[in-house]
């Protein structure tokens, strides 16, 4: 198996490492702030991470010192930055392990961009669950704080940075950046409709700039060795850096595995994972998170990049790699996702609202051996009349898994539909669903 | 009255933001926490502190799901049944559970104990089948583990077997 340097994961894998103040310092930490605070103008910061290439490690995969670019460059007034860190991707876990194990890597990064896009006030909106992640947070923000990384004037540089962790309460939507900046407001976490970004008008009416936890933890990287050195790993020009891909399901290994953008889905699964967990073979897998299409055992040749995975018909996303080997019955995982969509959607919108019902009680029909064959058209008309229809992803998102099951094994969907064809049971209309 | 008794921890809360209605989940969190569940006069009370109507608490309260607005038992179990822990047995779990305690999801034991839910994804993919009981995660659980964990929960009011924080896999021992 060839070895990576780990970047994001490197502190964290040497043993006995507890993610204290002192030791991220002993192991380099807080060099980048302290070479960059005053001395480099934040506009240079943003051109060095506009040219290490570093995307969004969230989904969307947008490029960060783009994004920071967007702000109004004549504005007075307050500017925020929000990290997002209420990783709720079913298939993502990785966030969660860069905040307990190495706090104050996220910190240093949080610092370098609210110094480059000049924000005073920054938020950690951490998912309500995530209880001991926000008291290891609490408690690095003081060793921070106490240290004069954080806070009035940082190291005299009349810079002022404040950081506050801010708990979620249980809703995935408040993962979509402006459902977020609702959800920090104290309002429902309802996504907005945009434009307005968040860039012009974001927390509180204020420019601000929203980053997932892994996208701010490559910073003090970036800013330490350099564009070149960042954008010379992985898969340049529009893939650089490493990604922390989080392994579930029929693994022998699952977990999280910090790997150079651009290699394998064979080799995530079968070497850095360890391959199947039994003697059955891989049937199918999720390349992103639940709102990417599934892929055939035909794409494990696909490269972990942007570009490459979109190509397959699927996308990268927040990189939670889900494995099913044989014998897993694709309609009902197909189910099983679409009861997680329906459950999150948040309700502003009638396709999504309405429609991911629909779905889920259609589904739950076949799965229960009373669908019909028309059911399928049904199924497609819906998905193809929510997505895009709805004002954030969570459209797309939610039909993905029953559009790409209905492509790849449609025969499954047909064969429960003979079977129940043949049991001839009684078949409801859809009435009404149960959360 | 939270204001008497956490006046200095909710002038804490206020100072971190701006505009006062950003204090609502902290403030709803501090509810729940001391009472178990958040109650109507606790929302009155919220309503007051941040200048806000009483619907404009109620609305934001009723959307997250880890607010509660009915009590819950003294160990609120969340099994996770997304797909990811579906695979490796959450089902299985949440059978054991509710045969071990004799209740259904929804239901809470008569001694108030115990309460059982099924979440959604609780991003702990690759360590499952998994719960969460109050503050705490359980991860890869076996019947061993939860006979373990239920024991220990009604004798001490804790479980040794509780993760994190979170490396999975494990960092090689030196």
Same mark, same amino acid.
């Given at each position: +198996?060839?070895?990576?340097?780990?970047?994001?994961?490197?502190?964290? !894998?040497?043993?006995?490492?507890?993610?204290? !103040?002192?030791?991220?310092?002993?192991?380099?930490?807080? &060099?980048?702030?302290?070479?960059?605070?005053?001395?480099?103008?934040?506009?240079?910061?943003?051109?060095?991470?506009?040219?290490?290439? /570093?995307?969004?490690?969230?989904?969307?995969?947008?490029?960060?010192?783009?994004?920071?670019?967007?702000?109004?460059?004549?504005?007075?007034?307050?500017?925020? !930055?929000?990290?997002?860190?209420?990783?709720?991707?079913?298939?993502?876990?990785?966030?969660?392990? /860069?905040?307990?194990?190495?706090?104050?890597?996220?910190?240093?990064?949080?610092?370098?961009?609210?110094?480059?896009?000049?924000?005073?006030?920054?938020?950690?909106?951490?998912?309500?669950?995530?209880?001991?992640?926000?008291?290891? !947070?609490?408690?690095?923000?003081?060793?921070?704080?106490?240290?004069?990384?954080?806070?009035?004037?940082?190291?005299?540089?009349? *810079?002022?940075?404040?950081?506050?962790?801010?708990?979620?309460?249980?809703?995935?939507?408040?993962?979509?950046?402006?459902? /977020?900046?609702?959800?920090?407001?104290?309002?429902?976490?309802?996504?907005?409709?945009?434009?307005?970004?968040?860039?012009?008008?974001?927390?509180?009416?204020?420019?601000?700039?929203?980053?997932?936890?892994?996208?701010?933890?490559? /910073?003090?990287?970036?800013?330490?060795?350099?564009?070149?050195?960042?954008?010379?790993?992985?898969?340049?020009?529009?893939?650089?850096?490493?990604?922390?891909?989080?392994?579930?399901?029929?693994?022998? =290994?699952?977990?999280?595995?910090?790997?150079?953008?651009?290699?394998?889905?064979?080799?995530?699964?079968?070497? &850095?994972?360890?391959?199947?967990?039994?003697?059955?073979?891989?049937?199918?897998?999720?390349?992103?998170?639940?709102?990417?299409?599934?892929?055939?055992?035909?794409?494990?040749?696909?490269?972990?990049?942007? @570009?490459?995975?979109?190509?397959?018909?699927?996308?990268?996303?927040?990189?939670?790699?889900?494995? +099913?080997?044989?014998?897993?019955?694709?309609?009902?995982?197909?189910?099983?996702?679409?009861?997680?969509?329906?459950?999150?959607?948040?309700?502003?919108?009638?396709?999504? =609202?309405?429609?991911?019902?629909?779905?889920? &009680?259609?589904?739950?029909?076949?799965?229960?051996?009373?669908?019909?064959?028309?059911?399928?058209? *049904?199924? *497609?008309?819906?998905?193809?009349?929510?997505?895009?229809? *709805?004002?954030?992803?969570?459209?797309?998102?939610?039909?993905?898994?029953?559009?790409?099951?209905?492509?790849?094994?449609?025969? @499954?969907?047909?064969?429960?539909?003979?079977?129940?064809?043949?049991?001839?049971?009684?078949?409801?209309?859809?009435?009404?669903?149960?959360? | 009255?939270?204001?008497?008794?956490?006046?200095? %921890?909710?002038?804490?809360?206020?100072?971190?933001?701006?505009?006062?209605?950003?204090?609502?989940?902290?403030?709803?969190?501090?509810?729940?926490?001391?009472?178990?569940?958040?109650?109507?006069?606790?929302?009155?009370?919220?309503?007051?502190?941040?200048?806000?109507?009483?619907?404009?608490?109620? %609305?934001? #309260?009723?959307?997250?799901?880890?607010?509660?607005?009915?009590?819950?038992?003294?160990?609120?179990?969340?099994?996770?049944?997304?797909?990811?822990?579906?695979?490796?047995?959450?089902?299985?779990?949440?059978?054991?559970?509710?045969?071990?305690?004799?209740?259904?999801?929804?239901?809470?034991?008569?001694?108030?104990?115990?309460?059982?839910?099924?979440?959604?994804?609780? #991003?702990?993919?690759?360590?499952?089948?998994?719960?969460?009981?109050?503050?705490?995660?359980? %991860?890869?659980?076996?019947?061993?583990?939860?006979?373990?964990?239920? #024991?220990?929960?009604?004798?001490?009011?804790?479980?040794?077997?509780?993760?994190?924080?979170?490396?999975?896999?494990?960092?090689?021992? #030196?």
């Amino acid at each position: +198996m060839p070895a990576y340097e780990p970047i994001l994961l490197k502190n964290m !894998l040497q043993p006995g490492y507890a993610g204290s !103040l002192t030791e991220y310092e002993r192991a380099g930490g807080y &060099q980048a702030i302290r070479k960059v605070l005053g001395k480099v103008s934040p506009a240079d910061v943003t051109a060095v991470v506009m040219k290490s290439g /570093l995307r969004g490690r969230g989904g969307a995969g947008f490029p960060t010192g783009v994004k920071w670019g967007f702000l109004p460059k004549d504005y007075q007034g307050p500017r925020y !930055l929000c990290c997002n860190a209420d990783e709720s991707e079913p298939g993502t876990f990785k966030d969660r392990q /860069l905040i307990e194990r190495d706090p104050h890597q996220l910190l240093e990064g949080m610092l370098l961009a609210c110094y480059a896009i000049g924000a005073a006030s920054s938020y950690i909106y951490i998912r309500g669950e995530f209880v001991l992640g926000a008291k290891i !947070l609490e408690q690095a923000i003081n060793e921070a704080r106490a240290a004069g990384y954080v806070g009035k004037n940082i190291f005299g540089s009349n *810079t002022s940075i404040d950081i506050w962790v801010h708990r979620g309460a249980g809703a995935y939507i408040c993962g979509e950046e402006t459902a /977020l900046l609702e959800s920090l407001e104290g309002k429902r976490g309802l996504p907005r409709v945009k434009p307005p970004f968040p860039a012009t008008h974001g927390l509180y009416n204020k420019p601000t700039v929203v980053n997932n936890v892994e996208t701010l933890a490559n /910073l003090p990287h970036i800013l330490n060795r350099g564009a070149e050195w960042f954008a010379s790993i992985g898969s340049p020009p529009k893939s650089t850096g490493t990604r922390v891909f989080c392994v579930s399901g029929h693994v022998a =290994r699952p977990g999280n595995y910090e790997v150079p953008m651009g290699i394998t889905f064979r080799e995530l699964i079968y070497e &850095q994972a360890g391959g199947m967990r039994s003697d059955k073979q891989l049937k199918a897998f999720i390349p992103g998170g639940a709102s990417a299409p599934f892929l055939t055992p035909d794409h494990l040749d696909v490269k972990l990049d942007f @570009e490459s995975v979109a190509l397959a018909g699927s996308m990268l996303g927040s990189g939670g790699v889900t494995v +099913m080997e044989e014998g897993t019955d694709m309609v009902w995982a197909a189910l099983r996702l679409m009861e997680f969509f329906y459950h999150e959607s948040c309700g502003k919108c009638s396709p999504c =609202r309405e429609g991911s019902s629909w779905l889920v &009680q259609i589904m739950r029909r076949i799965v229960n051996k009373r669908g019909r064959m028309s059911d399928l058209e *049904t199924l *497609t008309d819906l998905c193809k009349n929510i997505a895009g229809r *709805t004002v954030c992803a969570f459209g797309d998102a939610e039909v993905s898994p029953i559009l790409s099951t209905l492509k790849h094994w449609r025969h @499954e969907y047909v064969a429960m539909i003979h079977a129940a064809e043949a049991a001839n049971l009684i078949r409801p209309e859809p009435v009404g669903t149960k959360h | 009255m939270l204001q008497d008794k956490y006046k200095g %921890e909710i002038d804490d809360i206020l100072a971190r933001y701006p505009v006062k209605r950003s204090a609502l989940l902290p403030l709803l969190y501090m509810a729940q926490r001391e009472q178990g569940y958040v109650t109507e006069a606790a929302m009155q009370e919220i309503a007051g502190i941040l200048r806000l109507t009483p619907p404009q608490v109620y %609305e934001t #309260a009723t959307f997250y799901t880890m607010l509660n607005l009915k009590p819950v038992g003294k160990f609120h179990l969340q099994v996770c049944k997304s797909l990811m822990c579906a695979l490796v047995g959450s089902d299985t779990l949440i059978g054991w559970i509710s045969a071990k305690l004799g209740i259904k999801p929804g239901e809470t034991t008569p001694d108030k104990l115990f309460t059982l839910s099924i979440v959604e994804c609780l #991003a702990a993919c690759g360590t499952g089948p998994m719960m969460q009981v109050n503050d705490d995660y359980y %991860e890869r659980l076996t019947e061993e583990k939860l006979d373990r964990i239920l #024991a220990d929960l009604r004798q001490t009011g804790t479980c040794s077997l509780k993760t994190g924080p979170f490396m999975w896999p494990e960092p090689q021992k #030196a």
